[in-house]
């Protein structure tokens, strides 16, 4: 079954049923293409191989990752130049945009891969222009870094509608190539394109491994930790402070309660940490991060679930 049947599939994604119907509802016309894109993650090297020592011979690097987790974009080729999206997430902020000449100012959720689509129409890949529409799964929120998957789901899509009507197709391997003249994350968008299940992959690229599973027990598990701000708990200033407090707090008590590692899931702190704990202490290590929360008078965190996956599709 196409791509333009995904509106209606029964059996597809509800998620990326509503993307190809909201496509269509917006341009008149189904999408030529699908294509799904995992949010990434990164993990420390001292999360990973807390007891190795870098060495001249092996510098260490930290690990990025595909998660379970999706963002989708619908594309249709145009042949004018120009660039029609729109965003399910952000409905009221659809717009226009030139692929070549003069830059046009792009809404907040459009500026990364406007600027990466030009890049690409600039190197002949997509100059034609299309319609597009994409959709986040996870609120910004959950703080998985969104702007690398959302890049390449749209690069990937755009090259790939415009090569089915005879333009020379883009290998992924060009596209990362491509992507390192773009300001971003360059190891996530690594994770996206080229991500395997159960796989981590050294951020430069030069290496492969599976989580580490300690003294031959069974593999570890991810769950990404994010604090919820009370609602009117201060001024700005305030409520980051607690929410600092918060994670920390729950950090701690997570490592009491048996998780091996907490980092950053992105290049910045923010309010998500990523635990890595062996799966028999999953219950432990949530019951101790919510008891840590309430101790500090913050809603109860969330609390995702993260599995290694593939990198980016395409969807039939």
């Known amino acids: 079954m196409s791509t333009v049947d995904l509106a209606r599939r029964a059996t597809a994604d509800p998620l990326l049923r509503l993307l190809a119907h909201g496509f269509a509802t917006t341009y008149q016309r189904p999408p030529g293409a699908v ?9 420390a090297a001292s ?17 990025v990752a595909a998660a379970n987790w999706y963002v989708a974009a619908a594309v249709s080729p145009r042949a004018d130049g120009l660039l ?27 500026a990364r891969p406007y600027a990466v689509l030009r890049a690409l129409a600039a190197a002949g890949f997509g100059r034609g222009g299309a319609d597009l529409h994409v959709n986040a799964t996870l609120p910004d929120a959950v703080g998985l870094p969104v ?7 749209v690069a990937l899509a755009l090259a790939d509608v415009h090569a089915a009507r005879g333009a ?7 596209l990362a190539e491509l992507l390192g003249a773009v300001p971003g994350d360059h190891g996530l968008r690594r994770a996206v394109l080229f991500g ?3 796989q981590l992959l050294a951020a430069d690229g030069s290496a492969r491994r599976p989580l580490p599973a300690p003294d031959g027990g069974p593999a570890p598990c991810l769950l990404l930790l994010t604090a919820r701000t009370a609602t009117g708990g201060g001024t700005g200033d305030t409520g980051a402070a607690a929410v600092a407090t918060g994670l920390a707090s729950a950090v701690r008590e997570a490592l009491r309660a048996g ?58």
């Open 147 to 153: 702007a690398e998957p959302l890049e390449c789901a």
């Open 259 to 316: 998780a091996r590692s907490a980092c950053w899931p992105g290049t910045r702190p923010g309010r998500s940490v990523l635990l890595l704990l062996p799966p028999d202490r999953r219950a432990a290590v949530r019951t101790a991060v919510i008891d840590a929360f309430r101790r500090c008078d913050l809603p109860v965190p969330r609390l995702l679930r993260i599995a290694v996956t593939a990198a980016a599709r395409r969807e039939n």
């Open 196 to 198: 395997r299940t159960g």
């Open 84 to 110: 029609r999206c729109g965003s399910l997430n952000h409905p009221a902020e659809s717009t226009e945009l030139p692929l070549t000449g003069p830059a046009a100012r792009a809404p907040g959720w459009a």
């Open 47 to 63: 999360a990973v191989e807390p007891a190795a020592l870098p060495t001249a011979a092996g510098p260490r690097t930290d690990w």
């Open 168 to 174: 020379r197709p883009l290998p992924r391997a060009q």
């Open 35 to 43: 294509w799904r894109a995992p949010y990434a993650f990164r993990l």
